[in-house]
């Protein structure tokens, strides 16, 4: 029987994840025979490290396959803790660290465990599209604070002076920075960590990209303020998105708090994944420097290939695997301009506009996928930019309204 009322105003509120519906796009196009080159994911092409695979196919082999801790088996957070030190000689508890099936839900929890309605949470603009949700979805008040061009593509105390109310709860920051690829000086992170604590402000440190990056260690939050709050996880480092495998850092106030959520809506993290993620702390570093390595070597590529487009790319990309090219001097309209990439160039991007107001006219480049898939992207993009300013006739529009420079 059909009720008389549909879903709820909160999941009506919440907008689609772009990347996401760009992939089910293309992969309806696959199934209709198109090839297409995948640059939208944030998804490393790399494979897990040959060892963790084993210790999961081993954990399973083994009866794995059980319920564990809500908070993670305790195994894997020490061996959380002690990476701290090793890597930042930073000191851990493991009692404050929370483990769960990779850093989304971890950054859901984290939103329904410090905010209330109406709570507002600053979070950077151009950002990681979901932050917004995270907050929308525990009735909080996402605020998108300039960390735009004008400041050099970085969360500024400027800019945060200008956007924090009486409401203010938490601020989130993110380097190496999806979806520019800007990595913060250790400077700025002892900054954006001062400023919060001076305010009495949750600080969430969003360090899923460590690793991955031109510096040899980025710095933790941790470093600067023991009590700032640390998500991260297994998802991009250790080549493991599948795995569903993250952790976060709290203060010993919110590991109860967390635990119930835990308990309640997700119980645990798979089991198997929390044994494999134990070995790929312990083994999976090289593997992350030369995954970091390659990574390099295909940002270059898209570079040389962006200014052949003559698309800029908005600030200094040094990590992760994303640059955000500036495409206003083609098109306005990022998601129409994507679709159309998609459909007639067979080159699958992610729309500026998915990451806040401050990246339309852009586009997402994610070079998780070999030099030869990249530079063959470049070439589908130029034949196709080349082909709808012919059909324009030089007028400077296509069909789509897309308009088209001549180059
Ligand atoms: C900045 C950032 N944070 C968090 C995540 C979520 O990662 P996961 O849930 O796989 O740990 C992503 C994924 O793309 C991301 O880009």
Not at 41 to 52: A, K, Q, R, T, Y
Not at 91 to 109: D, K
Not at 151 to 167: D, H, I, K, P, Q
Not at 384 to 397: N, R, V
Request: proline share 7%.
């Amino acid at each position: 029987m059909r009720r008389g009322f549909g879903p709820s105003r909160r999941a009506e509120e919440i907008p689609p994840f772009l990347a996401m519906d760009i992939l089910a796009r293309a992969r309806r196009l696959e199934e209709q025979g198109r090839s297409i080159i995948h640059l939208e994911v944030g998804d490393p092409d790399f494979p897990s490290p040959p060892d963790v695979v084993e210790a999961g196919r081993r954990a399973l082999a083994e009866g794995r396959t059980h319920y564990t801790e809500a908070l993670g088996i305790p195994r894997l957070r020490e061996a959380i803790a002690r990476r701290y030190f090793t890597l930042h000689g930073v000191e851990v508890s493991p009692e404050r660290i929370v483990v769960g099936s990779g850093s989304s839900p971890l950054l859901t929890m984290l939103a329904l465990a410090i905010l209330d309605p109406g709570d507002e949470v600053l979070v950077p603009d151009p950002g990681y599209s979901c932050y917004p949700n995270y907050v929308r979805a525990a009735g909080g008040v996402p605020v998108q604070v300039d960390a735009g061009e004008a400041f050099g593509y970085r969360l500024s105390v400027e800019a945060l002076e200008r956007a924090v109310t009486n409401r203010t709860k938490a601020l989130i920051v993110n380097s190496p920075a999806n979806p520019t690829g800007v990595v913060y000086h250790p400077d700025e992170v002892r900054q954006l960590t001062a400023w919060a604590a001076e305010r009495g402000l949750w600080l969430i440190s969003d360090e899923i990209y460590h690793g991955l990056s031109d510096r040899p260690v980025e710095p933790t939050a941790l470093r600067f303020d023991p009590d700032a709050i640390v998500v991260d996880g297994f998802s991009k480092r250790f080549a493991m998105t599948g795995w569903r495998l993250g952790w976060c850092v709290v203060p010993e106030e919110l590991v109860r708090p967390l635990m119930k959520l835990q308990q309640n809506l997700m119980v645990c993290a798979p089991a198997a994944a929390q044994e494999a993620g134990i070995v790929a702390l312990e083994q999976g570093e090289g593997h992350t420097r030369a995954m970091a390595e390659e990574l390099r070597r295909r940002r270059r590529t898209l570079l040389a290939g962006l200014e052949r487009l003559g698309w800029r790319v908005a600030g200094r990309p040094e990590g992760a695997f994303y640059v955000l090219a500036d495409v206003r001097s083609v098109a306005t309209d990022s998601r129409r301009f994507a679709i159309q990439l998609l459909d007639h160039a067979g080159v699958a991007l992610t729309p500026g506009i998915d990451f806040g107001p401050r990246a339309e006219g852009h586009l997402r480049f994610s070079y998780a996928a070999p030099v030869a898939a990249i530079e063959e992207a470049i070439d589908r993009i130029h034949a196709f930019l080349q082909g709808a300013q012919a059909a324009a006739g030089g007028a400077g529009e296509t069909a789509g309204r897309t308009r088209v420079a001549p180059k």
